[in-house]
């Protein structure tokens, strides 16, 4: 098994307006894409995403992922 499937859920309680929604899941799409040769293949991710993430800048959403993937051994630990 290779394939990696990821879900994305942002309730309407993140925030009432699809637009937004719509745009952190694109955004967060985006990042499991370029993050895809790292992971460790055959995972099923399931996301599920928090009001504060609205807040965050690009950069500050792909390191908070970085972090959540690295929790769950899905990609290697960081080395500098």
Do not use: W
């Amino acid at each position: 098994p290779t394939a990696l499937r990821c879900a994305i859920v942002i309730a309407t309680s993140v925030t009432k307006r699809a637009t937004l929604r719509n745009t952190l899941r694109r955004r967060l799409r985006e990042h499991v894409r370029l993050l895809f040769p790292m992971i460790r293949k055959g995972s099923d991710i399931g996301l599920f995403v928090r009001p504060e993430a609205l807040k965050l800048t690009r950069k500050q959403l792909r390191a908070t992922l970085e972090v959540v993937l690295r929790r769950s051994e899905l990609l290697p630990p960081y080395t500098p």
